[in-house]
C-alpha cells in the first residue's frame, strides 16, 4: 500500500491534544488519599491511565466518570471521593498494572504503606522490568515486600507495616522513582531525605504541594511529609509532548497560526518551546495560570 501525503495550503486553527499523561496518574492517585470531593476534567483515558484507576478501584478507592461534568464544566470528567491517607482498603484481588511502569511505581509506594496485604503484578513485558530501584529504598524504610528474583521482579506482594523516613540518594534522576519514595513518606512516621542527581520531572511535588502536603524542596533535596491532603479539582493541562507535533508544524509551515489552550507549562517539559524561541519562532502565551500547581497556558504559533 502506497500513501500520499500531500501538504496544505494552510494550517489555522485551535488544536486540543489529549490531556497531559504524568499529570493524569497522579491527578487520580493524590486525589484517591486526600480528604473532599474533586473533579479531574481531560483526564488522559489510555490503557496505562485505565491500568492506574483500575489498581485505586481495586483498593477500595470512590471514582465515578461523568459525562456533561457540572461543576467542571467540561463534558467529561472523573469525580473522585476522597478516603483520606487511610481510608483505603485491602484488595480481594491482585492489582494488575497492565504495561505502565508509572502506575507499578507509584502504586508500590502507596501499597508499601499501608496496615493491609496487597500484591500488584503487570503484563509479560512489566513483570520482566527490574523493579529493585523502587524495592531497595522502600524495604529501607521498614516495607515488606517479595517479588520474584530477591524483589527485583514482579509480581510484588506488600506485607502491613509501619514506615520510619530515611536519608536516601538516588542512583539517577528518575520522576517514578522520586514520586514513589514521595508517596511513601505520606504513610511515615518521620520524614525521608532524597537527595537527586539531576533534575526529573516534579509534577508529584507540584500537586501534592497544591493540595497542601508539606514537601520542602531546596535545590535538588527533598523532605518528604505525613500531612493530610485536601483534594482539589484539576483540568488536566493538554500534554507537552503531544503539542509538539503541532508546534513544530506551526512555526514552519508558510502559513499558520495554530493555538493550543491550557497546554502544560511546566519548566521541565518546555523544551521544545525554548528550542523553538531560541531560533526566533512567533510564539505568544497567553492565560498563564495553575492547575492543581502546574503552570499553564494558551500557546499560539504562527508563520516564522
Given amino acids: 500500500m502506497i500513501s500520499k501525503i500531500t501538504s496544505p495550503d494552510r494550517l489555522h486553527g485551535i488544536v486540543k491534544p489529549p490531556g497531559d499523561k504524568s499529570i493524569s496518574h497522579r491527578a487520580g492517585l493524590l486525589n484517591s488519599i486526600s480528604e473532599g470531593v474533586s473533579h479531574v476534567s ?71 504503606g499501608q496496615d493491609f496485604f496487597s500484591v500488584i503484578t503487570g503484563d509479560a513485558s512489566l513483570r520482566n522490568r527490574p523493579m529493585k530501584r523502587i524495592t531497595t529504598p522502600l524495604t529501607q524504610m521498614g516495607a515488606y515486600i517479595n517479588g520474584r528474583d530477591g524483589g527485583s521482579l514482579a509480581p510484588l ?4 507495616s509501619s514506615l520510619k523516613g530515611i536519608e536516601y540518594t538516588m542512583p539517577v534522576a528518575s520522576a517514578q522513582l522520586k514520586s514513589c519514595l514521595i508517596i511513601a513518606g505520606l504513610y511515615s512516621s518521620s520524614p525521608s531525605i532524597i537527595h537527586q542527581p539531576a533534575e526529573s520531572r516534579d509534577h508529584t511535588e507540584r500537586m501534592l504541594n497544591s493540595m497542601g502536603g508539606d514537601l520542602e524542596i531546596n535545590g535538588l533535596t527533598i523532605k518528604t511529609g505525613n500531612k ?41 517539559r518546555t523544551g521544545v518551546l525554548e528550542v523553538l524561541e531560541s531560533m526566533n519562532a512567533n510564539i505568544t502565551i497567553a492565560n498563564e495560570h495553575l ?13 516564522s
Avoid at 513544530?248 to 508558510?254: E, M, N, P, Q, T
Avoid at 492547575?291 to 508563520?303: A, F, L, Y
Fill in 157 to 160: 506482594s506488600f506485607t502491613g
Fill in 228 to 268: 493530610e491532603l485536601s483534594s482539589v479539582d484539576v483540568k488536566v493541562p493538554s500534554d507537552t509532548s503531544g503539542s509538539a507535533f503541532w508546534l513544530i508544524a506551526g512555526v514552519c509551515h508558510s502559513d499558520s497560526r495554530i493555538t493550543i489552550p491550557g497546554m502544560g507549562m511546566n519548566p521541565t
Fill in 291 to 303: 492547575e492543581g500547581g502546574e503552570p499553564t497556558g494558551d500557546v499560539t504559533v504562527s508563520t
Fill in 42 to 112: 481531560n483526564f488522559c483515558v489510555g490503557d496505562d491511565r485505565s491500568s492506574m484507576l483500575g489498581c485505586l478501584k481495586g483498593l477500595g478507592a470512590n471514582i465515578t466518570r461523568h459525562t456533561n461534568c457540572k461543576i467542571s464544566g467540561a463534558e467529561e470528567c472523573f469525580e473522585i471521593i476522597g478516603s483520606g491517607l487511610d481510608g483505603l482498603a485491602e484488595p480481594q484481588d491482585i492489582l494488575n498494572a497492565g504495561n505502565s511502569g508509572t502506575t507499578m511505581r507509584l502504586i508500590s509506594g502507596l501499597l508499601a
